[in-house]
């Protein structure tokens, strides 16, 4: 039996919209909905995708497509995303639909786009050709997709992309160990002589 999830919101990630920005967006999708899903792409907006986010302003010259020069950026959005979400499930802050111990599971798609031949490009390609040139040039752009789910979904691992197990939850640091422990032994205390009131 196929199993129905939410819709996937779709966020193009850009290099002139700050990475706060996402983080906030990416998180409100995911909290807000249960069993969300959220994919973070690189893609070029001629690609059809509907973007909450503002357009990409456009560029005079550019040396590395924007769909290639942008992954080291998806790629850090979706640690950010990852570890604040985390942190808001451990700490249990107004997440309904994600009881604590609820984690991200993260699939990912590396593919290249074809670039769709023109008229140029077809006229450029028979002179080559006619030079005798066999081993014609062609400009493909490598694109990365990065799903994050509350749910484990095995219909995205069907269609080709490669899951990245969710990580652990977050480790508290020595000091706030520390805090939690006084915090403990004075509520403790407090219990103590409660209970030592009432019996008096």
Do not use: W
């Amino acid at each position: 039996m196929e199993e129905n999830y939410p819709e996937i919101k779709e966020i193009r990630i850009t290099d002139h919209t700050k990475i706060r920005n996402f983080v906030a967006f990416g998180l409100k999708c995911l909290t807000e909905t249960p069993r969300a899903t959220i994919m973070l792409h690189t893609l070029p907006h001629f690609s059809g995708k509907d973007d909450s986010l503002p357009e990409e302003p456009p560029v005079k010259k550019e040396k590395l497509a924007s769909s290639t020069a942008n992954i080291a950026r998806l790629v850090s959005i979706a640690e950010i995303i990852k570890r604040e979400f985390a942190s808001l499930v451990s700490a249990n802050k107004g997440i309904p639909h994600n009881p604590p111990g609820t984690l991200l599971h993260q699939y990912n798609i590396i593919d290249i786009l074809l670039e769709a031949p023109t008229k140029e490009t077809k006229r450029v390609d028979v002179l080559q050709a006619l030079e005798g040139k066999s081993h014609l040039r062609r400009n493909n752009t490598p694109y990365m997709k990065i799903y994050l789910s509350t749910c484990v979904r095995d219909d995205l691992v069907t269609t080709g992309a490669t899951y990245q197990p969710a990580p652990p939850p977050p480790k508290k640091s020595r000091s706030a160990r520390a805090r939690a422990k006084k915090r403990l032994e004075r509520e403790k205390a407090a219990q103590e002589v409660q209970d030592v009131e009432q019996t008096v």
